[in-house]
């Protein structure tokens, strides 16, 4: 199936050998501790990571770990900046000005993102492609007007490429409205610029990924018919998206007749149009079909993967079957497949339902997740922190605080605000007030609920100093801020 150029399902954390996980963790504190605004990051970069060490693929790594950790986007440009005064026989990759365009991106530092491919485009411009002009694009889109995403494109023609743009461009463009799941204005570009690029079947499979993702099942298959009249080939993504989209619906019947209907077709049968099923079987809590369809994949000459085996997972998961669900992550890990983050995503939920486990089974589970070193996702870290916090746990909220930040993670502002609620209703209002320090010195605002909370805590013991203290840095790291909107 196709794949979504967003945060959640864009692939940016490249695998890293164990003896780079020390250096890459190392890297990522240095850049993420240092005190920012206040003070100038390259020369601590300077004396901390010499250039000869920093080879092509340490850095994309690096850049994953900031992506992921939501760092702020000045501070992996400036990595990214010095990464470039290494000697010119070790050329940046695609991979890691990707990854710098995205952080910046997403951050709406588009200035700077612009400035940045402008940049590249005079001393790398092999770094150019589809990929990163998607990017860029996607964001754009995500928080301008459709007139604006429109101009973007344009000047990303003539300022940017300087070529003149085909199908694969007018792919980029379409995909940028599908991904925000504007679909009215994916079809109007689609019948504006249709006759000038030639459409081909990712053309269509972009749209009819669209139409599913936002969740209009009936206008997928007006689509996906509309698509055959016009003389294109269904295939294998073309019935992934449209059995995805009957799975998520709980038609789980007319998923397996499209699945049944490949078959007959001759279609290309993939270990994700399984895993969409297994998924699907989950859904409508089938857990035998879904096991089913599990031991149909090497079957077909296919190999299990985390995917499917999450997949199997989150279905017994779905069934109550917590104990079923730990029997096949331990057969996965005895087949040497390392179970990511998502396999703990799913865990943690299984067992939250479980009156079995409940919250002493996630206790375990964490401590598993942090025995290997793993480092989960946003929406994991607020559902554990909220968990923890709401059970009257709040050291192992700390410790997770302390855990991410070890790791070179800055977790994510609404884990902050549980966290400092459940601290300062404890009175451990200096334990908020370091917390709240540690984030905004890596570049990320707080909330105003959480900075009202310090306010009311941090008075109450006759700590204003801290206060002022706060106010300072989130001032002077305000006038380093984007305004909202600005694109």
């Given at each position: 199936m196709?794949?979504?150029?967003s945060?959640?399902?864009?692939?940016?954390?490249?695998?890293a050998?164990?003896?780079?996980?020390?250096e890459?963790?190392?890297i990522?504190?240095?850049?993420n501790?240092?005190?920012?605004?206040?003070?100038?990051?390259?020369?601590?970069?300077?004396?901390?990571?010499?250039?000869s060490?920093?080879?092509?693929?340490?850095v994309?790594?690096?850049?994953?770990?900031?992506?992921?950790?939501?760092?702020?986007?000045?501070?992996?440009?400036?990595?990214?900046k010095?990464?470039?005064?290494?000697?010119?026989?070790?050329p940046?990759?695609?991979?890691?000005?990707?990854k710098?365009?995205?952080?910046?991106?997403?951050?709406?530092?588009?200035?700077?993102?612009?400035?940045?491919?402008?940049?590249v485009?005079?001393?790398?411009?092999?770094?150019?492609?589809?990929?990163?002009?998607?990017?860029?694009?996607?964001?754009?889109?995500?928080?301008?007007?459709?007139?604006?995403?429109?101009?973007a494109?344009?000047r990303?023609?003539?300022?940017?490429?300087?070529?003149?743009?085909?199908?694969d461009?007018?792919?980029?463009?379409?995909?940028?409205?599908?991904t925000?799941?504007?679909?009215?204005?994916a079809?109007?570009?689609?019948?504006?610029?249709?006759?000038?690029?030639?459409?081909?079947?990712?053309?269509?499979?972009?749209?009819?990924?669209?139409?599913?993702?936002?969740g209009?099942?009936?206008?997928?298959?007006?689509?996906?018919?509309?698509?055959?009249?016009?003389?294109?080939?269904?295939n294998?993504?073309?019935?992934g998206?449209?059995?995805?989209?009957?799975?998520?619906?709980?038609?789980?019947g007319?998923?397996?007749?499209?699945?049944?209907?490949?078959?007959?077709?001759?279609?290309?049968?993939?270990?994700?149009?399984?895993?969409?099923?297994?998924?699907g079987?989950?859904?409508?809590?089938?857990?035998?079909?879904?096991?089913?369809l599990?031991?149909?994949?090497?079957?077909?000459?296919?190999t299990?993967?985390?995917?499917?085996?999450?997949?199997?997972?989150?279905?017994?998961?779905?069934?109550g079957?917590?104990?079923?669900?730990?029997?096949?992550m331990?057969?996965?890990?005895?087949?040497?497949?390392e179970?990511?983050?998502v396999?703990?995503?799913?865990?943690?939920?299984?067992?939250?339902?479980s009156?079995?486990f409940?919250?002493?089974?996630?206790?375990?589970?964490?401590?598993?997740?942090?025995g290997?070193?793993?480092?989960?996702?946003?929406?994991?870290?607020?559902?554990?922190?909220k968990?923890?916090?709401?059970?009257?746990?709040?050291?192992?909220?700390?410790?997770?605080?302390?855990?991410?930040?070890?790791k070179g993670?800055?977790?994510?502002?609404h884990?902050?605000?549980?966290?400092?609620?459940?601290?300062?209703?404890?009175?451990?209002?200096?334990?908020?007030?370091?917390?709240s320090?540690?984030?905004?010195?890596?570049?990320?605002?707080?909330?105003?609920?959480?900075?009202?909370?310090?306010?009311?805590?941090l008075?109450?013991?006759?700590?204003?100093e801290?206060?002022?203290?706060?106010?300072?840095?989130?001032?002077?790291?305000?006038?380093?801020?984007?305004?909202?909107?600005?694109?």
């Open positions: 196709l794949k979504k150029v945060s959640d399902s864009y692939r940016l954390l490249s695998p050998t164990s003896r780079n996980k020390t890459i963790e190392r990522t504190r240095i850049i501790d240092h005190p920012f605004p206040s003070h100038p990051i390259q020369p601590i970069l300077s004396k901390h990571i010499p250039l060490s920093l080879s092509p693929p340490l994309s790594q690096v850049l994953g770990r900031l992506f992921a950790a939501h760092s702020n986007g000045l501070k992996a440009l400036e990595f990214f010095y990464s470039l005064k290494a000697p010119k026989s070790s940046p990759t695609s991979d890691s000005f990707e710098t365009l995205h952080i910046l991106a997403r951050m709406r530092y588009f200035d700077q993102a612009w400035a940045l491919m402008a940049e485009r005079k001393d790398y411009p092999f770094l150019l492609t589809c990929k990163s002009m998607s990017i860029l694009l996607c964001k754009v889109a995500k928080f301008s007007s459709y007139e604006e995403t429109l101009e494109f344009a990303m023609e003539k300022e940017i490429f300087k070529k003149k743009f085909g199908v461009e007018f792919n980029v463009l379409l995909r940028a409205f599908c925000e799941r504007e679909m009215k204005e079809r109007s570009v689609f019948e504006k610029l249709h006759s000038r690029f030639k459409p081909d079947v990712k053309t269509m499979n972009i749209l009819l990924l669209g139409f599913k993702e936002a209009d099942v009936t206008a997928t298959e007006l689509f996906y018919h509309e698509m055959v009249k016009r003389g294109f080939q269904p294998a993504v073309t019935y998206v449209r059995i995805d989209g009957f799975c998520k619906k709980r038609n789980f007319e998923a397996l007749r499209l699945f049944e209907e490949m078959g007959r077709g001759k279609v290309e049968i993939t270990l994700q149009i399984l895993t969409t099923l297994i998924h079987a989950g859904v409508v809590r089938n857990k035998i079909k879904a096991r089913q599990f031991d149909e994949i090497p079957e077909r000459g296919l299990h993967d985390c995917g499917a085996y999450n997949a199997l997972m989150s279905t017994l998961m779905r069934c079957d917590v104990s079923g669900a730990i029997l096949v331990k057969e996965m890990e005895e087949k040497g497949i179970p990511d983050g396999t703990f995503h799913s865990m943690f939920i299984g067992m939250m339902k009156k079995e409940g919250l002493d089974g996630v206790c375990e589970f964490y401590q598993k997740m942090k290997r070193s793993l480092v989960p996702k946003t929406p994991t870290v607020v559902m554990l922190m968990l923890f916090c709401q059970n009257g746990e709040v050291n192992l909220g700390l410790d997770l605080w302390k855990y991410m930040m070890e993670y800055c977790p994510h502002g884990a902050l605000e549980l966290l400092t609620t459940a601290l300062c209703a404890r009175r451990r209002a200096n334990d908020a007030f370091e917390c320090r540690q984030t905004v010195e890596r570049g990320r605002c707080l909330s105003e609920p959480v900075f009202r909370m310090l306010e009311t805590s008075s109450s013991t006759g700590e204003l801290k206060l002022e203290e706060l106010k300072s840095k989130m001032q002077k790291l305000h006038s380093f801020l984007p305004p909202p909107g600005h694109s």
